[in-house]
């Protein structure tokens, strides 16, 4: 086995397979006036609770101002509030309004079974062998 050219081959795999997966939630959250940006804000806050912004930001691995710009769009849609820190006033929170965890309690289950769907080609071993070699890649490992 050639390691350069079978770890080129996998690259572009992965690059190939993300782009598809993108297209995949683009459209499934479409229909719900979200793009990917703000499904994926939604889902970190619906998940994990109040975070701070700065968290929002590395989670979701955009620009510290389209952040903010995201943010803005979700607060605007009523989806999501935000709320300073009331001991250091640089530090601001966002979380899930009433309307957002509704809306969120309605799409996430149809994301998840879409996902699912998606990853249905693998049999339950290939799923955790991919789900490991991802993270091993990522992780620096």
């Known amino acids: ?18 782009e598809y997966l993108e297209q995949v939630v683009k459209n499934d959250v479409k ?20 975070q701070p912004i700065q ?6 691995l955009i620009a510290s101002s389209s952040t ?5 769009k979700l607060c ?16 601001s929170f966002a979380s899930l309004t009433d309307k957002g965890t509704e809306l969120m309690e309605e799409i ?8 699912k769907e998606v990853f249905n080609v693998l049999e339950d071993h290939e799923l955790e062998v991919l789900r490991t070699a991802l993270k091993k890649v ?3 490992v």
């Open 68 to 72: 903010t710009y995201v943010i803005d």
């Open 55 to 60: 968290k929002v930001k590395e989670r979701i």
């Open 108 to 115: 996430f289950p149809l994301h998840a079974a879409k996902i």
């Open 76 to 91: 605007g849609k009523s989806l999501v509030k935000r709320r300073q820190d009331t001991v250091d006033k640089r530090i």
């Open 138 to 140: 990522s992780a620096g």
């Open 1 to 18: 086995m050639d390691r350069e050219t079978e770890s080129l081959k996998a690259f572009v795999g992965i690059k190939r397979t993300n």
């Open 31 to 50: 229909c719900h006036g979200l793009n990917i940006t703000e499904f994926a804000v939604l889902e970190l806050l619906y998940n994990k609770g109040e």
